[in-house]
């Protein structure tokens, strides 16, 4: 009998026999979901439950599974340190990991050769491995990477694109809601709002999102991908990393469909190839860098950050914000459990590198309260490319920055009473004053060269003394 973990919910998975899905609700109680986030596991787990192949057991723990007699004795590779390592206990038969596109020893192969590790050559690789998108041995159209044309701003009128695939609840949605008010009641805390459900729990309704996302979304992903538009939650983007993440949707399919539709003529190159770009790419990327990097990677902390969560981002609750920017972030987070990328990395993420949190408490917040965090996904893209906690090991340079940018590739600012132009006085921006005081908190950075043009300019500022002094006594954002 297969072990089925809860991220491997899919075909993709199945090794061949009966199979054997713990249901551990005890999850819940050990850490503080967003609520949705807790409904959509439970629901995909619930509805995996009833194919006719699956045995579902409730556990009060995985440690059960050393007590029972299951007879589970086989196992796709899981996905986090802590499960790789039950199963071992466990003495499974373990195939090789699932779920990318591309094995463990594609990886290594690629580590093994590189000089040093960059996204840009891993991606290529894979395209080439891959055949994807390739006319012989050059992309299609001459160009690997189509950036140029891929980072509008939000575009002045709405964007003209037909809404995302959003699932019709049904009776397994109600009983889940149910299972989790009980939980409520004996004291189990989440965040965030409770539902309707945005995001595919079951292999057919992922099939159902893959495709509305494909004919209706994709040829429009790519120009606006970068910027944030604050009418559109979600934008042209796929809002499939949950049902990925779950396992009820295999990436190279996803990819396959893209570049289909791109051969076809429903989708333009730019867009088709920015998608293929995060999911071959990023996505494959971040899941060999968490084993690559080891265990210990989630608790570095290069720049000595150790303030605390503030409660406004531990409790989403944005009441006390005057930041349109953060504020905005927040309530959309608490009421959708998700935000598009730009969001996470250059307003929530950025927040939290200028403001020294805590690098560990930042990652499993990210975890927590987004649908799709899982504890592989998070340590590379947090740790490492939000708030260079590594030490830069995975980018060049922090990604932070101030109003400027924000202004540019957002529209939150002209509904915003602080000015991003303004770095000290009343109105001063948080980001703008926060950039600057970042760099001056961190030294170290100096001897970056990519940082030299950011510290030529801290040096010239002539109101530094007043702006420390501003942030120094900051308490409200
Ligand atoms: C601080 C931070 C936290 C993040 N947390 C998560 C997370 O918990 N889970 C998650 O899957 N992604 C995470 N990402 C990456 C990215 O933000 C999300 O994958 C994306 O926003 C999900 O929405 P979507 O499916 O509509 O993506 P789209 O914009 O439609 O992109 C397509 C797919 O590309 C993949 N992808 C793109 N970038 C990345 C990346 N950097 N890492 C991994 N996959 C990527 C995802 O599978 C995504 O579904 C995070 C990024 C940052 C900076
Ligand atoms: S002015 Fe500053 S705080 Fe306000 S929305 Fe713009 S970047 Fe955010």
Redesign the pocket.
Known sequence: MQLLFADQLGPHFELGGGILLPIVKNQFRKRRYHRQKAHLILYALRSRAQDSNVTAVELASYRDLFTGDFGASEAVNPTSYPMRRLAEALELKISPARGFCSTEKDWSDYAASAKRLRLEDFYRRQRTRLDLLMDGDQPVGGEWNFDDQNRLPPPTESLDVLGPWLPKEDELDKSVRAELDELESQGVKFVGKDGPRKFAGSRQQALQALSHFIENRLDS?GPY?DAVDQRSW?MS??????P??LGLLD?LEVVRAAEVAYQQGKARLQSVEG?IR??VG??DY?WHLYWHFGEDYANKNELGANNSLPAFMAELDSGQLQANCLSSSISDLAENA????IP??MI??NHAMQRGYHPAEVNNW??DA?V???PW??P???IG??LYADGGLMSTKPYAAGGAYLSKMTNYCGDCPLNPKKRVGEDACPFTAGYWNFLDKNPQLKSNHRMFNAYAGLRKLNDLDQLRQQEAERNSF
């Open positions: 992903f991908e979600a983007h796929s809002l499939l990393s949950a990925m993440n990436p998608f995060q999911i990023w996505r971040v998700w935000l598009h990328h996470r990395l929530l993420g990210f975890i987004f799709d965090g899982t996904v998070m590379a893209n947090t490319m939000t």
